[in-house]
């Protein structure tokens, strides 16, 4: 999941099911690099196979990201709060690099939010907003459409909620 491009190929996969070449065309990527990224989401459970379809003798298949599933699966047992492994700090990492990629792409407007703090909050307050965010997430993401759909806009929605350490500086 550490991978920018695999971060886009999900969202790419979250509005529509697609084929490794149509992926590859509209990520403007080789159709081998793509097939490379897809098998390692495959392989990694963030992605299905939908479909398959004959194309030119051959078969292609089709591949889906559920993101429903994603906020379905139960969350993991922690029961304390500790450090991050290398791999969070790399799954942020490569949203980081993510969101450097689309705020090129941003259109200034009257509806563009931006949200950066780090703040000490009340428990209950936490766990309301963070309800509230996951409720929005999963709105978005179960409106999402292929990309270029008439009517349909592009938007970004980067969001990193996680309670910090109190000690850490």
Do not use: C
């Not at 991978?3 to 990520?27: C, F, K």
């Not at 159709?31 to 992605?47: D, F, K, P, Q, V």
């Amino acid at each position: 999941m550490a991978h920018p491009l695999r971060l886009r190929i999900l969202s790419l996969l979250t509005g529509t099911d697609m084929t490794a070449a149509e992926v590859a065309r509209e990520l403007d990527l080789t159709h081998a690099n793509a097939s490379y990224h897809l098998r390692h989401l495959l392989a990694a459970g963030e992605i299905e196979v939908v479909g398959e379809e004959k194309i030119r003798g051959g078969v292609a298949k089709r591949y889906r990201h559920r993101a429903d599933a994603d906020f379905d699966k139960p969350k993991p047992k922690v029961t304390t709060e500790t450090a991050p492994t290398a791999d969070h700090l790399l799954v942020y990492e490569a949203v980081a690099t993510e969101l450097r990629r689309r705020s090129r792409a941003l259109l200034r407007g009257p509806n563009t939010h931006l949200t950066d703090a780090e703040l000490w909050v009340d428990p209950a307050v936490w766990a309301e907003v963070e309800e509230q965010i996951t409720q929005a997430s999963r709105a978005l993401h179960r409106a999402a459409v292929a990309p270029r759909t008439p009517g349909a806009i592009r938007v970004n929605a980067t969001i990193a909620l996680f309670r910090m350490d109190p000690e850490a500086k």
